[in-house]
């Protein structure tokens, strides 16, 4: 072999050498550039692959300086209040609720199948009312509590399961821009049903988490919310101020760290955004509001 033709095969040797390494090297580069862009984009990254779970927390029976109130509302997540009208706190905790960006709905008295009508509260729904007054009653109750967005029942296994009575609560919600949470009191509750039918969101709780008073059964629920989130996107409970104030909010905050990158909390009028797309609007001018 000439020495001009060992010349050029060294030369043909480099050349494809440094051709492989420097499609190796563009391979390379670009495939660093395609995560970097896919990454910043918000998609293909682990903790975008699943979306969070979330739970909307309802807390019952504000409006009367129950014990577990301030818990309550400095909880460092996002819950829900249900404020009695009518009642010696009813407005302070519904302007404090405001101002720290938690939604307030109007927890409405109505009549249980069984119980003391004591434990109703003024200006309560009852089933020997007139339509006329069923009307006045639950618009006076969403005047008197400020901010309200929704309402939901307080007791009223009775009531929920009553369709002229209902069907009126459900026609000043709608014509004052507000959705009814079913506290789901009697399973054979006609709110849901009627709710569809007039264009509102069927809303339901799903687990009452302190209906018995100790921190077991409160994280038994919580973790039943947990169950439920296996086969679910979303789920709504609801707890209490009281007695169990201040436990309920114990076991909430402690379920919060335990759920962190897992389960989040939401607002009630975010999840009624999100999952039936409604919003709110308003039949009547606002100054009868």
Known sequence: MTIRKQRRRKLKKKVL??????????????????????????????????PLKRVAIIIDDLG?????????????????????PFLPTTKKDAELAHQKGIDVLVHMPMEPHKGRRDWLGPGAITSDLSDEEVRKRVEAAIDNVPHAIGMNNHMGSKITTDRRIMSIVLDVCKERGLFFVDSKTDHKSV????????????????????DH???????????????????QDTCVMIGHVGTQGHLTAGVIRDSINRWSGKIETMSI?????????????????????
């Not at 660093?32 to 998609?43: F, K, P, Q, R």
């Open 191 to 210: 709110v849901a049903e009627l709710a569809v039918q007039k264009g509102l969101p069927p809303v339901e709780n799903q687990i009452f988490l302190d």
């Open 17 to 50: 050498s440094s051709f492989k390494w420097g499609s190796l090297r563009m391979i390379v580069m670009m495939l660093t550039l395609s995560m970097v862009c896919i990454n910043a984009d918000g998609y293909g990254s682990a903790a975008h692959a699943e």
């Open 64 to 84: 009367n300086g129950m014990k577990g109130t301030q818990e309550i509302m400095n909880l460092p997540a996002k819950v829900n209040v249900a404020i009695m």
């Open 269 to 289: 009028s975010e999840m009624v955004r999100q999952v039936w797309h409604w919003t709110p609007e308003s039949t009547l001018p606002t100054s009868n509001k």
């Open 213 to 231: 008073h100790s921190i077991s059964h409160i994280t038994g629920q919580m973790k039943l919310a947990e169950q439920k989130l296996e086969t």
